[in-house]
């Protein structure tokens, strides 16, 4: 059990800053392009600020792509005119990616090389009570 001794006690520790993770891409096979796109990690906060800023419009997974897609950048003014998407930039993302599988697994792996854990960070203690 937690206690307030040992929070004392590992004060130093729980309060020292996360150390930044080193920036980490990955090459993904998209299959319905038959071609290839490169990834980069971020850190939680903006993984967890996609998923509150998530809506209607937008989705966190079309958030998160938008930004951590670097090659192709989806970000190019170029692309956007062509994809008809400067006044929505991350309506490019379900247009070039089309199914929402595809989406869902870009972004899974941009979360998975970014080193996140989307759990809560608790855990459940169960007792066995015997009557």
Same mark, same amino acid.
């Given at each position: 059990m937690l206690t307030i001794e040992k929070l004392?006690?590992?004060?130093?520790?729980?309060?020292?800053?996360?150390?930044?993770?080193?920036?980490?891409?990955?090459?993904?096979?998209?299959?319905?392009?038959?071609?290839?796109?490169?990834?980069?990690?971020?850190?939680?906060?903006?993984?967890?600020?996609? %998923?509150?800023?998530?809506?209607? /419009?937008?989705?966190?997974?079309? =958030?998160? @792509?938008?930004?951590?897609?670097? +090659?192709? #950048?989806?970000?190019?003014?170029?692309?956007?005119?062509?994809?008809?998407?400067?006044?929505?930039?991350?309506? %490019?993302?379900?247009?070039?990616? /089309?199914?929402?599988?595809?989406? =869902?697994? @870009?972004?899974?792996?941009?979360? +998975?090389? #970014?080193?996140?854990?989307?759990?809560?960070?608790?855990?459940?203690?169960l007792d066995n009570i015997k009557n």
């Amino acid at each position: 059990m937690l206690t307030i001794e040992k929070l004392i006690k590992d004060k130093k520790d729980i309060l020292k800053p996360a150390e930044k993770q080193k920036e980490v891409k990955e090459k993904l096979h998209i299959k319905s392009l038959d071609d290839d796109i490169e990834i980069v990690s971020t850190d939680e906060d903006f993984v967890r600020e996609c %998923i509150d800023r998530a809506d209607d /419009k937008v989705s966190a997974e079309e =958030r998160l @792509i938008y930004y951590c897609v670097s +090659n192709p #950048s989806l970000k190019s003014e170029e692309l956007l005119k062509a994809y008809d998407c400067s006044d929505d930039p991350f309506g %490019i993302v379900k247009k070039v990616f /089309k199914k929402k599988e595809t989406i =869902r697994a @870009i972004a899974n792996e941009i979360i +998975n090389i #970014s080193g996140v854990d989307l759990s809560s960070g608790v855990t459940r203690v169960l007792d066995n009570i015997k009557n």
